[in-house]
């Protein structure tokens, strides 16, 4: 069992930067590819990006590819989501979500991929 809890959410202007964290429970975390999704207003949810469990494999969404990264802190049981050159449809609840022993995350877009999810937390970028 795992669980996670993100946080780092807030209100940033256009062009501006934040970072986002889940932090697991469970000494078994480290074993887990981990993978952040967002929901916006009246939207689906919709896949971000993607860490496998060694952290030598990432994925991510076309419309954040350049401007995000993900890394992990096996030490912290945390993995990050680093956003810059924010815009106001990067508007949305990021989700963080975690499944065990994946070594690679390539085309591991789907929330079904996922078992374990955290509560969210808010991210509002202002124009």
């Known amino acids: 069992q795992v669980q996670l809890a993100e946080s780092g959410g807030g209100l940033v202007q256009a062009g501006g930067s934040l970072r986002l964290s889940c932090a697991a429970s469970g000494r078994t975390f480290q074993s887990y590819a981990t993978a952040w999704f967002r929901r916006a207003p009246g939207k689906e949810r919709e896949f971000v990006a993607a860490?496998?469990?060694?952290?030598?494999?990432?994925y991510f969404a076309d419309s954040v590819k350049g401007r995000f990264t993900i890394s992990r802190d096996y030490a912290r049981h945390t993995v990050y989501l680093q956003m810059g050159s924010l815009k106001p449809e990067d508007t949305a609840v990021y989700y963080c979500s975690a499944a065990p022993g994946e070594s690679s995350v390539f085309g591991r877009n789907s929330a079904n991929d996922y078992l374990y999810w955290g509560q969210g937390t808010q991210v509002t970028v202002s124009s």
């Open positions: 860490i496998s469990w060694s952290g030598g494999s990432t």
